[in-house]
C-alpha cells in the first residue's frame, strides 16, 4: 500500500546566505595534464555541435557515480541524483527553501513535530503516482542502509504517512537543519524497488533493499531518468515528458545528458575540440582550462564555491597523533605558495570551513607559514628526535593530477624540518576503501570537500563529527566525544544568532586542535561551449545542483 500528502511553503533560511557557489566537494576530484601536453592556440581545433535533431548535453565527471539515493554523496553522484529524483523541498539560488513536492507543511509549537501536505498526480517515471508511504520507504531505507547522505537526515524519532497525502516526520529535538536537510532526501518508487530487490541481502526481510538494481537504474519521478548506463564508462539519462513541473524545463532543455566518467586533459580536450563535449569537469589545471579557452567557440566560467581543499591529517597514527607535531606541519606550510598554483584570485582558507558558509567566523585563529614557529612547535613533539623513523605518507587521488603539486610542495616545506615526507598517487576509489578503516587511513589524504548544506555548522559535522569518520570526508579520526556533544548542542540550536555564536567557538577549538591543513577555498571552473546556456550563479551552489539540467539550455545551430 502507499500513502502521500501535499504541501506549499516558501522558507527563506537567513542563516544560508553566501555567494553563489560551487558544487562537491564533496566533493569528488577528477583530473588534467601536463602543460607541456595541451595543444597550442594554432593547434585547437573549433567545436561543433551535435546534431540539430536532438539536443544533447556532455558532461565529464570524476567516477565512479553512486545514481542509489542511499549510497551516493559524491560530486557526480549527487549531479545524478538532483535530476534523477524529487525531494520534499528545493534549495533555490538565495540559498533559501522552495516547496517541492511538499506544497505546504506545518511546524508544532515545540518544534519537534513536521506534517508535509504532498502535492498530488505527481508521477513516477514508470507512470505510477508518488504518495506519502514512498517518503516513509524512501526515510527507512535511507536510515537502514546508513551510506550516502544518511547522516544529514537523522534525528529523526518516526515517519509516518496518515494519509496518502501526508507525512509527519517527529524529531528527537528542536534542529535549525532539519528542513534544509530534507533537500537530500531522494523519494523512490516503493514498488518498483521491492519488485526489484533481491531477497537474498544485508538487511534481513528487506533483503539487499535493492541496492544491486539501483545500480545502473532510477526509481524517481525528477526531471529526467537512466537510458543507460554501462557503469565504469558514462550515465545517459534522458528528459521525462511527465514529470510534474514540465513548465520548469527551460524551452531548449537537452533532451538527453551523458555524464561521462572521464577527467583525464588530453581527453577533455580532444572530446571539447572535436564536438563531443559540452561541459567539462571543475578538475582540470589552470594550464588545461588555458587550453581549453584557446579552443574556438570555448568559455571558462569561474565562480565562488562552497568548496575547500584540505589536507586531512590522521590524528591518531605516528607522528601525526602528536599535536605539535601538526602544528609544526601547519606552520611550515607555504600557503600562499599553494595558491599560486590554482586560478587567479582562489583564496587561502580562512578558518576551518568555506568563507561563504553561514556562520563562517572570519575572525578565526588561522595558519601562516612562520618557520620559527614550526620548529618551536616540532621541539616539543615527542617524535622529534627520531623523525626519520615515522616517515609520513601524503595520498593524492590520482584523477586528480593537479593535486600532486600541492603533494611535492607540502614534500619541500616538511623537509626543511627533517621531516620525510612520501608522495603517494592514489585512485579516489582506494582512497575511499582506506578511509574506511582507522587502522587504513594514511597519514594524510589530499581532499575536495563541499558542503552538503550552506551553513557552517553541518560542514563542520561532516568534517570532524565522530559519525562521519570511517568515511573519505574525515580522514583525521578526530573522534572527539566533547566537540561531538558541543556541535550536536549547536546543531540543536533554533536561534540562528545563537547558533552561530557556538559554530565560532567550535571553529576555534578546531583550529586549536590543528586536524588538519587549511589550504583555500575553491574557485570552481569549467570549460563551456557558446552553444549552451548555463549559469550556475541562478542555481542553488549545493553539491550537485548546479547541474540541475531543466535549467540548462543547448542551441544547435
Not at 549527487?78 to 511538499?102: Q, R
Not at 579516489?428 to 552538503?452: K, N
Amino acid at each position: 500500500m502507499k500513502k502521500i500528502a501535499v504541501l506549499v511553503t516558501l522558507i527563506v533560511i537567513a542563516t544560508m546566505v553566501m555567494t553563489a557557489c560551487g558544487p562537491e566537494a564533496t566533493p569528488v576530484p577528477s583530473a588534467e595534464e601536463p602543460a607541456e601536453a595541451a595543444p597550442t592556440t594554432e593547434e585547437a581545433a573549433p567545436t561543433s555541435p551535435p546534431a540539430a535533431e536532438e539536443r544533447l548535453l556532455r558532461v565529464t565527471f570524476s567516477w565512479p557515480l553512486y545514481a542509489d539515493p542511499a549510497v551516493g554523496s559524491d560530486y557526480a553522484s549527487s549531479t545524478a541524483l538532483v535530476n534523477l529524483y524529487d525531494t520534499l523541498i528545493f534549495p533555490n539560488a538565495e540559498a533559501g527553501l522552495d516547496p517541492w513536492l511538499a506544497e505546504t507543511w506545518d511546524v508544532s509549537d515545540d518544534g519537534l513535530t513536521y506534517t508535509f501536505n504532498l502535492r498530488k498526480g505527481v508521477k513516477f517515471h514508470d507512470g505510477s503516482e508518488l504518495l506519502a508511504s514512498d517518503v516513509v520507504y524512501s526515510y527507512n531505507r535511507l536510515k537502514t542502509i546508513g551510506e550516502g547522505y544518511a547522516y544529514l537526515v537523522s534525528g529523526i524519532t518516526s515517519v509516518e504517512a496518515p494519509d496518502d497525502y501526508t507525512v509527519v516526520f517527529t524529531l528527537e529535538q528542536p534542529s535549525g537543519l532539519f528542513a534544509p536537510s530534507l533537500v537530500r532526501l531522494y523519494i523512490l518508487n516503493e514498488d518498483q524497488v521491492r519488485a526489484n530487490t533481491l531477497a537474498e541481502g544485508a538487511y534481513g526481510a528487506e533483503g539487499d533493499y535493492g541496492k544491486e538494481w539501483l545500480l545502473t537504474h532510477d526509481a524517481g519521478s525528477g526531471p529526467y531518468t537512466i537510458i543507460e548506463f554501462p557503469l565504469e564508462e558514462y550515465c545517459m539519462l534522458g528528459k521525462f515528458d511527465d514529470w510534474w513541473a514540465a513548465d520548469k524545463f527551460v524551452a531548449n532543455a537537452p533532451d538527453r545528458a551523458k555524464f561521462i566518467g572521464t577527467t583525464e586533459g588530453a581527453t577533455v580536450r580532444s572530446m571539447m575540440s572535436t564536438g563531443e563535449l559540452e561541459i567539462s569537469d571543475q578538475w582540470q589545471t589552470v594550464e588545461a582550462y588555458q587550453a581549453l579557452e584557446a579552443i574556438e567557440g570555448v568559455r571558462i566560467q569561474s565562480s565562488s564555491s562552497i568548496t575547500s581543499f584540505y589536507y586531512m591529517i590522521h590524528t591518531r597514527r605516528a607522528p601525526t597523533d602528536d599535536i605539535h607535531c601538526r602544528k609544526a606541519m601547519a606552520y611550515a606550510f607555504d600557503y600562499e605558495a599553494a595558491v599560486a598554483l590554482e586560478w587567479p584570485g582562489t583564496p587561502v582558507m580562512d578558518g576551518a570551513v568555506p568563507a561563504s558558509l553561514g556562520g563562517h567566523d572570519p575572525n578565526v585563529m588561522t595558519y601562516a607559514r612562520d618557520l620559527d614557529k614550526a620548529r618551536e612547535e616540532l621541539a616539543q613533539c615527542q617524535y622529534a628526535d627520531a623523525l626519520d623513523d615515522y616517515p609520513i605518507e601524503v595520498h593524492w587521488i590520482s584523477e586528480v593530477p593537479h593535486e600532486e603539486k600541492f603533494a611535492l610542495l607540502f614534500q619541500a616545506n616538511m623537509a626543511e624540518l627533517g621531516m620525510t615526507v612520501e608522495v603517494v598517487q592514489t585512485p579516489w576509489l582506494s582512497v575511499v576503501e582506506e578511509t574506511a578503516m582507522e587502522e587504513s587511513s594514511p597519514h594524510i589524504i589530499t581532499v575536495y570537500v563541499s558542503a552538503a548544506l550552506p551553513e557552517a555548522g553541518l560542514m563542520i559535522k561532516d568534517r570532524y563529527h565522530s559519525s562521519t569518520a570511517a568515511t573519505w570526508q574525515q580522514n583525521e579520526w578526530l573522534l572527539d566525544p566533547e566537540l561531538d556533544a558541543a556541535l550536536d548542542d549547536a546543531l540543536a540550536t533554533a536561534d540562528q544568532t545563537e547558533r552561530f555564536a557556538k559554530y565560532a567557538t567550535l571553529e576555534a577549538q578546531i583550529m586549536e586542535l590543528s586536524p588538519s591543513l587549511f589550504l583555500y577555498d575553491q574557485l570552481e571552473q569549467h570549460a563551456v561551449v557558446d552553444y549552451v546556456d548555463w549559469n550556475p550563479d541562478e542555481l542553488s551552489p549545493l553539491m550537485g545542483y548546479w547541474f540541475w539540467l531543466p535549467a540548462i539550455g543547448v542551441n544547435p545551430p
